[in-house]
T-cell receptor, first 113, second 111 residues
Framework: DTGVSQDPRHKITKRGQNVTFRCDPI?????LYWYRQTLGQGPEFLTY????????KSRLLSDRFSAERPKGSFSTLEIQRTEQGDSAMYLC???????????FGPGTRLTVL | QKEVEQNSGPLSVPEGAIASLNCTYS??????FFWYRQYSGKSPELIMS????GDKEDGRFTAQLNKASQYVSLLIRDSQPSDSATYLC???????????FGAGTTVTVRA
């Protein structure tokens, strides 16, 4: 039983570049979440999918951010025109349809220079 | 007012002692409560979930919930150096699947 996986684990980019992260949830989980965590803070919710439908987006998710889950399996999070303030750990989590417990992947640490 | 607040750390306890972590939440409709452990540079790991008032024990961990006081706590008994981590309290409300997290309390267990 594999857990949530994320790729890449680390990404260093220059300001203004676009980046894309991938998340593969636990196989039987139909709910998938993206969170962002900065140093000294708890994770902050970004967006949530049930199967392929994106059901909720945080106001933190500016127009530069877009997320997809095209076939209800893996998800991608893209950040366009990155800014230094985007530097953070991007966490993906998944849960089953009838469970509220969320399990996190290892995260993608983004550094914007 | 933040949705979820945790007592500020860091919390330093001697090996073998009990570490007590506290968390309060603002939404009275909250019904699911979680404790995550996060080692430095790693992602959060779910260690306890609690849904009804009272105590829930799992090994050396005990979660306590008091919905009337909007308070949830985590006790770590017989603390070990491997328990040194940041502990995150998370809450959600019915039909709202996102979790709201506190800022975390960092625990250091000294030998």
């Amino acid at each position: 039983d594999t857990g949530v996986s994320q790729d890449p684990r680390h990404k260093i980019t220059k300001r203004g570049q676009n980046v894309t992260f991938r998340c593969d949830p636990i196989s039987e989980h139909n709910r998938l979440y993206w969170y962002r965590q900065t140093l000294g803070q708890g994770p902050e919710f970004l967006t949530y999918f049930q199967n392929e439908a994106q059901l909720e987006k945080s106001r933190l998710l500016s127009d530069r951010f877009s997320a997809e889950r095209p076939k209800g399996s893996f998800s991608t999070l893209e950040i366009q025109r990155t800014e230094q303030g985007d530097s953070a750990m991007y966490l993906c989590a998944s849960s089953g349809e009838w469970a509220s417990e969320q399990f996190f992947g290892p995260g993608t640490r983004l550094t914007v220079l | 007012q933040k949705e979820v607040e945790q007592n500020s750390g860091p919390l330093s306890v001697p090996e073998g002692a009990i570490a007590s972590l506290n968390c309060t939440y603002s939404d009275r409709g909250s019904q699911s409560f979680f404790w995550y452990r996060q080692y430095s540079g790693k992602s959060p790991e779910l260690i306890m979930s609690i849904y009804s008032n009272g105590d829930k024990e799992d090994g050396r961990f005990t979660a306590q919930l008091n919905k009337a006081s909007q308070y949830v706590s985590l006790l770590i008994r017989d603390s070990q150096p491997s328990d040194s981590a940041t502990y995150l309290c998370a809450v959600n409300i019915p039909n709202d699947y996102k979790l709201s997290f506190g800022a975390g309390t960092t625990v250091t267990v000294r030998a």
